[in-house]
């Protein structure tokens, strides 16, 4: 049985990431549909290296909201060179992501050469830290994610265009904030790979499903364990995937 210390740093952690399931479990079928697996680690990268630039400069580092802003701004940018390459470089854009990807993690390494707590810095931004999230972090991204999911669900065509990189921008800035780049890729990825052969009922359901039993998994695992929450719940996140892809091939498909 937990003990009160235990849920109140567990609570707000299950709140990042189902705030986090609720955007990510939508675009990641969007982001299989495209074929373009690795957009999310691109524009990740691009705002945990527009987190790098921010703490860089003092002076830059001490203006409000700048740990928010700046990642912002250069996923923005990043999707937008995202989306002018999918017009023009078709045929090559999946490269051309990982890429750009792979050149924004070395960008970030050389930023942080010679920081003595760069590699701290590094392994937060990669890993995230969502046990240690606290609820008022959670207003800024909770409000978001409430506006994405209306403008979506009232304007569903949004997902099709050019729109979507510059939504998914502000989705992946304010995630990997709270939960790393690397969580954020498989809460992408993973519910939606779960899911990509199903054609029964209730697809968008249970690719949440997914979600939050690997969520939940991973945060008891990692507070019972002492384990690195993020490494945690990537893990039992891929082990739902693969448990729920198994066993919804028995289920009757649709009518």
Partial sequence: MFDVELLSILLPALAAGLLVLSTHVLLGQQVLKRGIIF???????????????????????????????????????GAGVIAWMAKRLTGELEAMIGCFYVLSAVAAMLLLANDPHGAELLKQLMSGQILWVSWSQLILP??????????????PSILDGAGFYFLFALVITLSVELVGVYLVFS?????????????????????????????????LLSANYDLPSGAAIVATLAISALVFRQLLKFRPTAV
């Fill in 142 to 155: 909770a409000v978001v994610s409430v506006a994405i999911l209306a403008l979506i669900a009232l304007k």
């Fill in 39 to 77: 957009i999310d680690l691109a524009i990740a990268q691009v705002a945990a290296l527009g987190a790098i630039v921010s703490h860089m400069d003092h002076d830059v580092e001490g203006l409000p909201f700048v740990h928010v802003w700046m990642p912002a701004l250069f996923a923005l940018a």
């Fill in 187 to 219: 809460t992408l990825i993973l519910p939606a790979l779960a899911l990509n052969k199903y054609l029964g009922q209730y697809k968008l359901g249970w690719a949440y499903v997914v979600g939050i039993v690997g969520y939940v998994a991973g945060l």
